[in-house]
């Protein structure tokens, strides 16, 4: 029936996993529960360790780390059955019936995304920026992320049928951080396969402080760069692709780019604060990748404090 697939890295999902395992044992369905984390040598994983002493539950640390794309492949590969069930060990189930809502609604679709949530207080001033996009700019309700079924998957929280998942799987090509659920979902959408989105929300736990995130999003942007550039994605599939391509068109990177830098250390001044504005932080994506294109190495170098 149902695999659940955890990839960790230095995270204690021993209550994750242990609520999982109260919600399939009341559906009494054929489950198992696999984690895995991807050699992060955590002191935390002695924690994880309780999670072999549920019944068809098991957790691995891995001795050489395979990278966050790998990890999920690697324990899509263990699966035994017809669904998996992806979801992030730093994820919090905030509803009794999770389990129960994917099985009234999977039968008849490849994929069936839940939805994620951020909690309604920022955890920390440290964390606002990651916060407020997440909660302002990603969390979507059911409604709307169907206008756009597969932009709006993440496989965060997904259920998707192996066979389905076996046609795509993560690129394990690609080592950047960043877009694996945006290429996975264009490959699904190539495949027309049939995409379900219920109102199932877990809440996003783990939330990177603002230079984390900052510097993760440097990282997705140069990815998401590359797969334009291989022509992996549609132009379409993408509006800040759209919005890119456009600006390449007219020839206007290079300015934007060069008025990106010149505001460069204001525009850090805020998102790292503890107001961040989201209007400069699209601003702060658009500008990066046009400096992509200028090539400006000093630039792609990583933000420090």
Known sequence: MLSILVPIYNYNVYPLVLELYKQCMDCEID??????????????????????????????????NLAHRENRNSLAEQAKFDYLLFIDGDSIIIHDHYIKKYIDNILDFDVVYGGRLHPEKCPSDNQKLRWKYGRFIEDK??????KKPYQSLLFNNTVIRKDCFNKVK???????????????????????????????????GDIDSNLIYLNKTKESLENLISLYEEEKIDIEFVRLIQLYHFLKRTKS?????????????????????????????????VGYLCSINDKNQSFLSPINN
Not at 41 to 64: G, Y
Not at 192 to 198: A, D, E, G, P, Q
């Open 31 to 64: 489950f198992e529960i696999l984690c895995q984390d991807d050699a992060s040598k955590s002191s935390l994983n002695v924690l994880n360790e309780n999670v072999n002493a549920l019944s068809n539950c098991s957790f691995v640390s891995l001795k050489e």
């Open 170 to 204: 993560f690129d394990k090509n690609r080592k950047k951080y960043g877009h694996d659920d945006t290429q996975l979902s264009y490959q699904l959408s190539l495949l027309k396969s049939k995409v379900n989105h219920i109102e199932n929300p877990v809440e996003h």
């Open 141 to 146: 309700s059911a409604i709307n992320r169907k």
């Open 253 to 285: 990177t290079f300015i934007i780019s060069k008025i990106h830098t010149f505001l460069e250390k204001h525009l850090l001044q805020n998102l790292t604060g503890k107001n961040p504005d989201l209007f400069l932080f699209n601003w702060f994506r």
